[in-house]
């Protein structure tokens, strides 16, 4: 008779953790209520004839631009399995489709926005995901394209997972799923969605350099976000040290491997510990620190000077930031990770490589934006509104305006409140390469689900060209990828 393996004593006690939080989690969802795993978009839109695609337009792989109705944007799904698999590849293919599109459309001036949602969403229709980052792409698309709607080329890439398994009117015990959400956005973030990112980033600059690429990773979407770009990370941290090992006197230079990536990737309300962020930047940090990004002045009809508007600022390709009140990242995060790291985890580098008060505990078990030793810049509301003195602390800051609704907790006025910011380097800083972290107000982000508001958008619009650069009326703006071998003063 063939005998079974037999499991060592370390395994079993290894398994046994995981086996026991499961058979807990079963029981809870059995009494709560499961949220369906399925494929939530399932018609085509290109696949079928013209005349179809009017029909059950929700339900589509891409939901299509559509003046009249007032839908200044087109919207792509893609969807992923538990096992990281896709639930219909097509829905790729559709995306890509709806991207070249945009970018016919536009004369080469598309805005494609990528997102990947976290814990506790996917892409059923009454999602709030879903339906925040519509409201968003819709006033995205209102400002870059004004006057000249039939010709937007605002995309969203919805990439969706099985962030939710338990109904939202069971929510403590949703919260008892955060270690098995954990370990299925790990397994999720590997190929194919690693592939589909990267894919999408390419798609949107294949057509024009002068296309506008924002990624952006929410929870534990930025886990997977992070998990996926990793690999281009290493190429792009390898062909720079080339680069600059041949010259380091050019006024600029292309690196090839970033002409394919996104223009800005944003990791919102991130809920990974900082091991792979602290990882990357040991590896590449003397490199990056010796190149600078750019981005053009806010307006182009200005003389160089020293106004910020005709300034050409700094700007990041990596944007890492939570709320200084998101909670779950902040408080639940730590402890989760002290009682239970996820199998595979990053391993934590050693001490002698981390900067000085940071200890390889905290890189397992705190949020990079929570960190302070990783920060690169501060954020600082400007008094009366009066933004001058942000030139001190860094001549290059970037200045963000927001308006904060009246019904905001942290809004006393009675009425809408507009309020001013400056993003400013902090000169002393371990971390000074285009990998930018910090924590960001209350009123930007109140909490760690509120991300898609009119405030979060003016402020990562902030970091990028003007929008109105996008309209086809326009002169094509200029590409963003331009990087500089030395830091400005």
């Known amino acids: 008779m063939k005998r079974l393996p037999v499991r060592s004593r370390d395994q079993q006690e290894r398994s046994a953790p995981r086996f026991s939080r499961r058979l807990v989690l079963l029981a809870f969802l059995a009494l709560a209520g499961c949220v369906p795993q399925k494929q939530w978009r399932q018609q085509p ?154 894919k999408v980033m390419k798609q949107v600059k294949s057509g024009a350099e002068t296309n506008l690429s924002v990624v952006v990773g929410h929870s534990f979407g930025g886990l997977v976000l992070e ?14 040290h080339s680069e600059l090992g041949k010259s380091a006197t050019r006024d600029a230079m292309q690196l090839k491997s970033l002409g394919d990536f996104a223009d800005l990737v944003v990791l919102i309300n991130q809920a990974a510990p900082a091991a792979n962020a602290v990882t990357t930047l ?26 910020q508007d005709c300034k050409q600022l700094t700007r990041p390709l990596i944007l890492s930031v939570s709320s200084e009140t998101d909670l779950a990242t902040k408080a639940v995060l730590p402890v989760a990770e002290t009682i239970a790291r996820p199998p595979n985890g990053p391993p934590s580098p050693p001490q002698d490589q981390l900067p000085e008060g940071l200890t390889p505990k905290k890189v397992l ?27 001190k602390l860094d001549k290059y800051y970037i200045p963000i ?39 960001i107000p209350t009123a930007i982000v109140p909490d760690h689900g509120t991300i898609f508001t009119d405030r979060f958008t003016d402020f990562l619009t902030s970091f990028l060209p003007p929008l109105e650069s996008y309209r086809s009326s326009r002169p094509a703006p200029a590409p963003l990828q331009r990087m500089t071998p030395s830091r400005p003063n």
């Open 282 to 307: 040991i590896q590449y940090r003397g490199d990056l620190e010796r190149v600078n990004l750019l981005r053009p002045p806010r307006q182009t009809s200005c003389d160089a000077g020293e106004t």
């Open 45 to 198: 839109f290109y696949a079928v004839p013209p005349a179809e695609r009017a029909k059950d337009v929700e339900q589509r792989y891409v939901i299509p631009l559509d003046v009249s109705g007032k839908r200044l944007y087109s919207l792509a799904f893609v969807e992923f399995k538990n096992n990281g698999d896709y639930w219909d590849k097509r829905q790729l293919d559709e995306a890509l489709h709806a991207i070249d599109e945009a970018d016919r459309r536009s004369n080469h001036r598309a805005v494609v926005v990528t997102f990947i949602h976290g814990w506790k969403n996917n892409a059923k229709q009454d999602n709030n995901n879903v339906l925040d980052f519509r409201r968003q792409l819709n006033r995205v698309a209102a400002d870059a394209c004004k006057d000249d709607f039939e010709h937007c080329g605002v995309v969203g890439v919805y990439m969706a997972w099985s962030g939710d398994i338990v109904s939202r009117y069971a929510d403590t015990t949703r919260t008892l799923t955060y270690f098995d959400r954990r370990d299925t956005a790990i397994r999720v973030a590997v190929d194919p969605i690693a592939d589909a990112v990267l």
């Open 365 to 391: 078990t705190t949020a990079a934006a929570h960190t302070p030793q990783l920060y690169s810049h501060q954020i600082v509301q400007c008094a009366n509104g009066d933004c001058s003195p942000c030139a």
């Open 401 to 439: 305006s927001i308006t904060l609704p009246a019904y905001a907790p942290s809004n006393s006025t009675g009425s809408d409140e507009k309020r001013k910011y400056c993003v400013a380097r902090d000169r002393k800083a371990w971390n000074q390469t285009p990998y930018w972290i910090f924590e």
């Open 227 to 240: 998990y996926a770009i990793s690999r281009q990370l290493r190429i792009i941290g390898d062909e720079l």
